[in-house]
């Protein structure tokens, strides 16, 4: 949640319910932005027995097919890069609802 706050991002909400569009449970993410349609997902090593990344593959694949787009980041990421997480996250909201991005400033010139 660090990596990816600041005044130049959206709030992202934590471990919130999301629903597909004509009704009915979908996921509950650990990070969600509903009005870009992105989760982020900390696979952690919980992840990585069989039976929860069958659970996990079937998870994302539903949220794609309603338009989610979901960003899995493991402990490398998360703990080792955590630098490269907010630049792609917000690139992704640029491309996915721009409109909750602040508006690029340009640099004042100094006339001196």
Do not use: C
């Not at 090593?45 to 593959?57: G, S, T, W, Y």
């Not at 630098?83 to 400033?105: D, G, N, S």
């Amino acid at each position: 949640r660090v990596a990816i706050t600041g005044p130049d991002m959206p709030r992202f909400e934590v471990n919130v319910s999301i629903y597909r569009p004509e009704g009915g449970w979908l996921a509950e993410p650990d990070l969600s932005l509903e009005e870009a349609l992105i989760a982020l997902e900390y696979q952690g090593e919980d992840h990585a027995r069989l039976k929860q990344m069958r659970k996990d593959i079937t998870r994302f694949t539903d949220m794609r097919r309603n338009t989610w787009l979901t960003i899995p980041y493991g402990p490398s990421e998360v703990f080792g890069q955590p630098y490269l997480i907010k630049p792609e996250v917000r690139q992704w909201i640029r491309v996915r609802a721009p409109h909750l991005l602040p508006k690029p400033t340009r640099p004042r010139r100094v006339v001196i």
